[in-house]
């Protein structure tokens, strides 16, 4: 495999390529261009430690899965901390995603605590280290297959594989897809049951679903993204329904903007957009009435709109099944945003109270610090690749991998802190630059938008051109890579005299309000082409039988020459096929003919040994010309098996005089 291949590759303690259909199926849904490899059996530790590893070579997703109770053997805590030792020294630039598996039955109180440690270990010890990310699957009733087991080590059922690769693969969505950073909230049978307009504020009624509904946005708005009030009413009418139920977990505060108003949805949408200096790509429109959404989605298309279930009580397992809600990570800055748009708001107070431009950035008290990258800022610094699109020359996104795998000499990496009078804004800018020959080559130069149109911009090539000079190179080059997105940074290069300067000119940059925009346009983006079905996902794919019901919904189409004849050659016929996912299977069609393998193989014979209670060796698929013939052949000898060894030992316990007696009373019957 070239070092750049970009698989979504797969080690784990247990025989697990029984998830790959699944995980499969999902990478079909989202649209993830991922071929998915495995390692070689039980090599975990090898994956994460050997430098040529799958694992290392991998530019995709690498996923480990442990199933504690194969480290018994090997002391089941000591291997857990080598497992922490080898995730440490990981320095591969695939994200690792580490789900743990549950335990064989038995070997619960033993691996409970191991699983508690690993847990904490990765979630503190390890938060300040790039691309390890845990995936819990959803529970499943009995997903232990012991017999399968036992016959090849595939110790899951397949609806426990399905809920497994579908922990996985939301985790890898989290990971690809740009996160969404507002909810738009309708008020009336949204936030409330009721219409406040009409049955009065003190009318409506926080019923469970939408108290469960006003909680998941609360945790919404903790992990950093912006709630706002989009809702056509009488605006104080919804101002004294917040008032006339403290009981609500959402308060007026929490909603960074609102409008409440009788004017379009799509149309509000839009304004807010541009009051919080946001893209409307970066929307999420939640609204129990599906008119409201659809037309929105018209008037607005870059926006996503979520219309919440007819039946309210399916609301919480709704959003719990809605992926866009998700975050691979969560930084400082996120859990501080609610704050500095509040702090946005009192800029905006400020610049409108001041005379000119100038008197406001004076008044403003800007420090810009501009420092090389620390570990702990990782995240953050990957975060800021994904999500800025208007100030980002090069549009290059990066995970947090790649981004712990610059060092000098070869590349390095500056991050721009800014904070004025009125507060922090947080990490808001990177450079990524190498230096060779006579030039200093900038290959990611991006600026949160919450800091344009204040020159820190302007200090950031200023600062590359007092580096280069420092090191006696002659130019600053700044290749700009034109995206939908990205005119704000040709402005700004064009406003400095392009992207092409000696490091004189580059570090004589300085920021005069004539030269930059008071304010960005906000350019919008189309609707992405790559989107999931977020809707489909959280009704009709949230749990694992449905999944797995539609990975078999359309099986391959077969005309079996030979059908079978008899009830257990039917039964096996149609075990066969679901196994198979064809239409139909002949009596005499060989097993691996139709796309069998040996996984299959021992998934088949553990659902014989449930429904028919006996135990047939993998001898048999490959002893021979694997049919469903042989199999009920196989199953028709052992059913009588029982009956035909008590006869044996019965006439082993008889003298000769007996058995010849017992002989001459059988010819004597027939």
């Known amino acids: 495999m070239p070092p750049d291949d970009r698989a979504i590759a797969i080690s784990a303690t247990f025989t697990a390529e029984a998830i790959e259909a699944a995980l499969a199926f999902w990478a079909g849904e989202l649209a993830l261009p991922h071929e998915i490899r495995f390692a070689a059996y039980n090599q975990l530790f090898q994956e994460l430690l050997a430098p040529a590893s799958l694992f290392a070579r991998n530019r995709g997703f690498n996923v480990a899965l442990v199933r504690l109770d194969d480290w018994l053997a090997a002391g089941v805590d000591e291997s857990a901390r080598r497992f922490i030792d080898a995730v440490k020294q990981f320095t591969a630039a695939a994200p690792l995603i580490v789900a743990l598996c549950p335990p064989s039955p038995g070997h619960e109180a033993a691996c409970e605590p191991v699983a508690r440690f690993i847990r904490e270990a990765l979630a503190t010890n390890l938060a300040d280290l790039p691309a390890v990310y845990l995936a819990d699957p959803e529970p499943v ?85 912006l709630l706002a009030l989009s809702s056509k009413n009488n605006e104080e009418d919804v101002l004294e329904t917040f008032r006339a139920h403290p009981e609500m977990p959402l308060r007026l505060e929490d909603f960074a903007a609102r409008r409440v108003n009788w004017e379009s949805k799509g149309s509000n949408l839009a304004s807010l957009a541009a009051e919080l200096d946001l893209a409307l790509d970066s929307f999420i429109l939640v609204d129990d009435n599906p008119k409201e959404c659809t037309e929105a989605q018209t008037e607005a298309p870059a926006i996503l709109s979520l219309p919440l279930p007819a039946q309210a009580r399916e609301i919480p397992e709704f959003l719990r099944h809605v992926w866009a809600f998700d975050r691979a990570r969560v930084t400082h800055e996120d859990r501080s945003r609610h704050e500095q748009y509040a702090q946005r708001a009192q ?54 991998g790649e981004i712990a795998e610059i060092r ?35 290959d990611t130069f991006l600026l949160s938008c919450r800091a344009l149109g204040r020159g820190v911009e302007h200090r950031m090539v200023a600062h590359l051109g007092e580096i280069a000079q420092q090191r006696s190179l002659a130019r600053v080059e700044i290749p700009f890579v034109p995206s939908p997105r990205n005119r704000p940074a040709a402005l700004f290069l064009e406003s400095i005299g392009g992207g092409s300067l000696t490091a004189h000119q580059a570090a004589a940059v300085r920021y005069t309000p004539s030269q930059g925009l008071r304010h960005l ?28 019901a539609r990975i078999h919904s359309e099986p391959r189409r077969m005309q079996p020459s030979h059908p079978p004849r008899t009830p257990l050659e039917r039964d096996l016929a149609e075990l066969w096929a679901a196994l198979l996912n064809v239409s139909a299977v002949g009596l005499y069609d060989n097993f691996f003919d139709l796309g069998g393998h040996s996984l299959l193989a021992v998934q088949l014979l553990s659902r014989v040994r449930q429904i028919h209670e006996v135990d047939l060796s993998l001898e048999l698929v490959y002893s021979g010309d694997f ?28 003298s000769d005089e007996e058995a010849r007696a017992l002989l001459e009373e059988e010819r004597d019957e027939q």
């Not at 679903?209 to 993204?225: I, K, S």
């Not at 028709?636 to 029982?642: F, L, Y």
């Open 521 to 548: 346009p906000q350019i919008d983006a189309p609707t992405p082409a790559s989107r999931p079905n977020y809707v489909k996902i959280a009704t009709e794919l949230r749990s694992p039988e449905s999944i797995l």
């Open 141 to 225: 009733a009995n997903p232990h297959d012991p017999y399968a087991g036992e016959l090849g080590h595939l110790p899951y059922t397949p609806l426990f594989f399905v809920a497994l690769a579908t922990a996985i693969a939301r985790k890898i969505h989290a990971l690809s897809h740009p996160p969404y950073k507002v909810i738009a909230l309708d008020c009336d049978d949204t936030l409330w049951r009721g219409i406040c307009g009409e049955d009065g504020p003190q009318g409506v009624a926080l019923d469970p679903p939408r108290r469960a509904l006003q909680e998941f946005m609360a945790a919404r708005r903790r992990e950093g993204m």
């Open 347 to 400: 800029r905006v107070q400020a610049a409108q109270s001041a005379s000119s431009l100038e008197e406001f950035l004076e008044s403003l008290q800007l420090e810009v610090r501009i420092e090389p990258m620390a570990p702990p800022q990782i995240p953050r610094v990957a975060q800021l690749t994904i999500r800025t699109n208007q100030m980002n020359v090069s549009s290059v996104r990066r995970t947090e």
């Open 627 to 654: 049919t469903v013939y042989a199999l009920a052949q196989a199953i028709e000898t052992k059913d009588i098996e029982p009956e035909y060894n008590s006869l044996l030992r019965e006439i082993e316990d008889l």
């Open 408 to 442: 000098a000499p070869n590349s390095e990496c500056l991050t721009v802190h800014v904070s004025d009078r009125f507060g922090d804004y947080g990490l808001t800018g990177v450079v990524i630059f190498r230096c060779a020959a006579d030039t200093l080559t900038v």
